[in-house]
């Protein structure tokens, strides 16, 4: 019959389309100029081949591995997201193919709000969407075109989700499946501890005491901080004397919660 024609000539442009299906053009005898070889010139081609892997040798920047210097605070590292479609590379007009696009995280760091957009043409009717995670927004561009929004919260390391997406053809046009995916960008904080220093003096004795006899006293530097303090010195001036008299004392450094006595 008629329909029956039209139907067939569709399925055979529909799988003449480079989209779905690849065709050799040596094979297929529509090999342009550009592909016949080229007469060789024996010495001369040689020293230009040379040439050319010469300038690739210094085209090429060189690797070198930085190595931290000092502590390492942090470290980031961003997840590895691969992206396929599976399905039919040929199909037929008027009939329900699926497909299925994949979002797999290849490394060991888990990726965070990942989001995939795939667009399906104007002259292809959507039947139905079902992803194993996350949820599928569904619009239209300004070609009239379904496109897929599909959002994940997040993707665990060496692990992948699926979406899976039923359509019908209605044109014996090719169309393009593509995935286009973005992700949040990691990033790391770290928390720097900023210790302070602290002195206390106490001094311990009588209060009152007679001329010409002798009395003992305790000197106490205690640090209650939580940081070392450091080059501590102290310089006692006996009473009724004067600086020149002083006697210096030097105590280096006081750690968190230590104390010395003099």
Same mark, same amino acid.
């Given at each position: 019959?008629?329909?029956?024609?039209?139907?067939?000539?569709?399925?055979? +442009?529909?799988?003449?389309?480079?989209?779905? +299906?690849?065709?050799?053009?040596?094979?297929? *005898?529509?090999?342009?100029?550009?592909?016949?070889?080229?007469?060789?010139?024996?010495?001369?081609?040689?020293?230009?081949?040379?040439?050319?892997?010469?300038?690739?040798?210094?085209?090429?920047?060189?690797?070198?591995?930085?190595?931290?210097?000092?502590? #390492?605070?942090?470290?980031?590292?961003?997840? #590895?997201?691969?992206? &396929?479609?599976?399905?039919?590379?040929?199909?037929?007009?008027?009939?329900?193919?699926?497909?299925?696009?994949?979002?797999?995280?290849?490394?060991?760091?888990?990726?965070?709000?990942?989001? @995939?957009?795939?667009? /399906?043409?104007?002259? @292809?009717?959507?039947?139905? #969407?079902?992803?194993?995670?996350?949820?599928?927004?569904?619009?239209?561009?300004?070609?009239?075109?379904? /496109?897929?929004?599909? &959002?994940?919260?997040?993707?665990? @390391? &060496?692990?992948?989700?699926?979406?899976?997406?039923?359509?019908?053809?209605?044109?014996?046009?090719?169309?393009?499946?593509?995935?286009?995916?973005?992700?949040?960008?990691?990033? +790391?904080?770290?928390?720097?501890?900023?210790?302070?220093?602290?002195?206390?003096?106490?001094?311990?004795?009588?209060?009152?005491?007679?001329?010409?006899?002798?009395?003992?006293?305790?000197?106490?530097?205690?640090?209650?901080?939580?940081?070392?303090?450091?080059?501590? @010195?102290?310089?006692?001036?006996?009473?009724?004397?004067?600086?020149?008299?002083?006697?210096? &004392? #030097?105590?280096?450094?006081? *750690?968190?919660?230590?104390?010395?006595?003099?």
């Amino acid at each position: 019959s008629q329909s029956s024609d039209q139907c067939a000539d569709a399925v055979d +442009t529909l799988e003449s389309q480079p989209k779905f +299906t690849a065709t050799n053009p040596r094979e297929s *005898g529509q090999a342009d100029a550009s592909s016949k070889p080229q007469p060789k010139t024996g010495r001369q081609d040689i020293k230009s081949s040379k040439n050319q892997k010469i300038v690739g040798r210094q085209q090429k920047p060189a690797t070198r591995l930085i190595r931290p210097r000092g502590d #390492v605070l942090t470290t980031t590292e961003q997840p #590895v997201i691969m992206s &396929h479609v599976e399905g039919p590379r040929s199909i037929l007009v008027g009939k329900e193919a699926s497909y299925r696009v994949v979002l797999e995280n290849t490394s060991q760091t888990e990726a965070q709000n990942l989001s @995939a957009s795939v667009k /399906v043409p104007e002259w @292809a009717d959507l039947v139905d #969407v079902v992803c194993s995670a996350g949820i599928v927004e569904q619009s239209r561009d300004d070609n009239d075109a379904d /496109v897929l929004q599909w &959002h994940l919260p997040q993707l665990g @390391a &060496h692990s992948s989700q699926t979406m899976q997406l039923q359509l019908i053809p209605r044109s014996g046009r090719a169309f393009q499946l593509g995935v286009q995916w973005k992700q949040e960008t990691a990033t +790391t904080k770290t928390v720097v501890e900023v210790k302070v220093p602290k002195l206390e003096m106490v001094i311990e004795g009588p209060e009152d005491v007679l001329f010409g006899d002798p009395k003992r006293y305790r000197l106490v530097l205690k640090n209650p901080g939580n940081g070392p303090a450091e080059n501590v @010195a102290l310089t006692l001036i006996p009473p009724g004397s004067d600086s020149i008299s002083a006697k210096p &004392h #030097v105590i280096g450094t006081l *750690g968190p919660s230590e104390l010395k006595e003099i």
